[in-house]
């Protein structure tokens, strides 16, 4: 009798240590919900940018028959402030997300492990974000879109240790897709969707799947 | 027979002790206020708990500070972290008895 009782408190005792360990060194309420959000407004943007933004564009194009500065730098405006937009949508939606699941598993959304998985994506999201502003300072616009997806991977690798490791196989394909698409720069919007719409979707119904489906 | 109890460490009966080392071993430092929050327990009853596994060479202290805030963190000691995973060899040990 007595030893029945020790066995099944040494098995309470590993569930805790298990559960402490991973609560402590990993945020581990990242929603799939959040992944799908945001990939819904990757795929709006660029479809407001090809069909909305670029549509002008193109009609005066054809109209004068040359490119003119003026157009190209309204252009620019246009698609910083639409990418800007697209950022700040997909940004809050996921946050919605996971501060929801955070609530539901009881867990704090603003903890040690939070904090330390939001700065080491942020690391490299801020390189790139600067390297891609200098880049159009230098009117080098070719490389945008590939330089968002390299970037964006190697950061979603970097915060892997933080959080559910799966993140990690999503950057490796962000980061494939950006280098396919420095070899095919003039498709830069099309992988530009396919890489923050696409696989952002696919990503988040996997991970909703595999972790949320059964709560 | 072999007694299944013996491999077990007797400072990590308790709940909160043994919850501290599950989380010192995976972090390489950790403040008080983390700790307390992710154990959901009192100040005064973490901090029982901390000097005892400091008394035994568990765990090692740093005081600091963030402005005029203290801020003390903790890490485990190489002694810790073995105790720690003696002690979960014994408890798998216990829970091999049960299948």
Same mark, same amino acid.
């Given at each position: 009798?007595?030893?029945? +009782? #020790? =066995?099944?408190? *040494? !098995?309470?005792?590993?569930?805790?240590? $298990?559960?402490?360990?991973?609560?402590?060194?990993?945020?581990?309420?990242?929603?799939?919900?959040?992944?799908?959000?945001?990939?819904?407004?990757?795929?709006?943007?660029?479809?407001?940018?090809?069909?909305?933004?670029?549509?002008?564009?193109?009609?005066?194009?054809?109209?004068?028959?040359?490119?003119?500065?003026?157009?190209?730098?309204?252009?620019?405006?246009?698609?910083?402030?639409?990418?800007?937009?697209?950022?700040?949508?997909?940004?809050?939606?996921?946050?919605?997300?996971?501060?929801?699941?955070? +609530? #539901? =598993?009881?867990? *704090? !959304?603003?903890?040690?492990?939070?904090? $330390?998985?939001?700065?080491?994506?942020?690391?490299?999201?801020?390189?790139?974000?600067?390297?891609?502003?200098?880049?159009?300072?230098?009117?080098?616009?070719?490389?945008?879109?590939?330089?968002?997806?390299?970037?964006?991977?190697?950061?979603?690798?970097?915060?892997?240790?933080?959080?559910?490791?799966?993140?990690?196989?999503?950057?490796?394909?962000?980061?494939?897709?950006?280098?396919?698409?420095?070899?095919?720069?003039?498709?830069?919007?099309?992988?530009?969707?396919?890489?923050?719409?696409?696989?952002?979707?696919?990503?988040?119904?996997?991970?909703?799947?595999?972790?949320?489906?059964?709560? | 027979?072999?007694?299944?109890?013996?491999?077990?460490?007797?400072?990590?009966?308790?709940?909160?002790?043994?919850?501290?080392?599950?989380?010192?071993?995976?972090?390489?430092?950790?403040?008080?206020?983390?700790?307390?929050?992710?154990?959901?327990?009192?100040?005064?009853?973490?901090?029982?708990?901390?000097?005892?596994?400091?008394?035994?060479?568990?765990?090692?202290?740093?005081?600091?500070?963030?402005?005029?805030?203290?801020?003390?963190?903790?890490?485990?000691?190489?002694?810790?972290?073995?105790?720690?995973?003696?002690?979960?060899?014994?408890?798998?040990?216990?829970?091999?008895?049960?299948?």
């Amino acid at each position: 009798m007595n030893e029945q +009782n #020790q =066995q099944l408190e *040494s !098995l309470q005792d590993v569930k805790d240590i $298990r559960r402490l360990m991973e609560r402590s060194s990993r945020f581990i309420s990242l929603s799939g919900l959040s992944g799908v959000a945001a990939g819904v407004f990757g795929l709006a943007g660029a479809a407001i940018a090809r069909y909305v933004v670029f549509k002008d564009y193109y009609a005066e194009y054809s109209e004068r028959g040359h490119f003119e500065g003026k157009d190209f730098q309204a252009l620019k405006l246009q698609l910083i402030v639409l990418a800007a937009g697209v950022f700040a949508a997909a940004f809050f939606s996921a946050f919605y997300f996971t501060w929801r699941k955070s +609530n #539901q =598993q009881g867990n *704090s !959304l603003w903890s040690a492990v939070s904090k $330390r998985l939001f700065l080491n994506l942020a690391i490299p999201l801020a390189a790139g974000g600067l390297f891609i502003l200098g880049m159009l300072q230098h009117n080098e616009w070719r490389f945008v879109a590939p330089s968002c997806l390299v970037f964006y991977g190697l950061a979603l690798v970097n915060a892997s240790k933080y959080t559910l490791t799966d993140i990690r196989y999503l950057g490796y394909c962000e980061i494939i897709l950006g280098l396919i698409n420095m070899q095919r720069t003039g498709y830069g919007l099309f992988f530009w969707a396919i890489g923050f719409g696409v696989l952002h979707i696919a990503y988040g119904i996997v991970m909703w799947w595999k972790y949320e489906r059964v709560q | 027979m072999k007694n299944p109890i013996t491999g077990l460490n007797k400072i990590f009966d308790n709940r909160i002790r043994l919850g501290v080392m599950s989380i010192l071993v995976v972090n390489d430092e950790i403040s008080f206020n983390d700790l307390k929050q992710m154990l959901e327990v009192t100040d005064g009853n973490l901090a029982t708990h901390l000097v005892s596994l400091e008394e035994n060479g568990y765990i090692k202290v740093h005081k600091g500070f963030i402005g005029r805030k203290t801020n003390t963190t903790y890490s485990v000691t190489k002694n810790g972290e073995k105790a720690f995973t003696d002690h979960i060899s014994a408890l798998e040990n216990m829970i091999k008895g049960i299948k």
